[in-house]
Nanobody, 125 residues
Framework: QVQLVESGGGLVQAGGSLRLTCAAS????????VAWFRRAPGKEREFVAV????????NYADSVKGRFTISRDNAKNTVYLQMNSLKPEDTAVYFC??????????????????WGQGTQVTVSS
């Protein structure tokens, strides 16, 4: 497994931007698909975005398409989530997760064997 640590969360006004970072250590990071999930207060955890282990394919939840971009830098063992045009409904704890040799079609939480502790994102109206 890989160990994952998220950072970059914070408080931002609606319409603003944040970039989340997921830093990995352990096994060969490049062999893992990495996704972002989020859990808002009182709601179930939901899929946000995923990037395949090869980095050539991405997939997004409809609620974030056109506003969020996931990318990876395997040389730095890092995955990013650039979040633009943030809305109050984006407020949640954001988690990154890793899926060994996963592709962008695997968006269910059960596919991901490694999880970070999460970072809080709060969007004020």
């Amino acid at each position: 497994q890989v160990q994952l640590v998220e950072s970059g969360g914070g408080l931002v006004q609606a319409g603003g931007s944040l970039r989340l970072t997921c830093a990995a250590s352990g096994r060969t990071f490049a062999n893992y698909a990495v996704a972002w999930f989020r859990r808002a207060p009182g709601k179930e955890r939901e899929f946000v975005a995923v990037i395949s282990w090869a980095g050539g394919s991405t997939n997004y939840a409809d609620s974030v398409k056109g506003r969020f971009t996931i990318s990876r830098d395997n040389a730095k063992n890092t995955v990013y989530l650039q979040m633009n045009s943030l809305k109050p409904e984006d407020t949640a704890v954001y988690f990154c997760a890793a899926d060994h040799y996963g592709g962008s079609a695997r968006t269910g939480a059960g596919f991901f064997e490694s999880w970070g502790q999460g970072t809080q994102v709060t969007v004020s109206s």
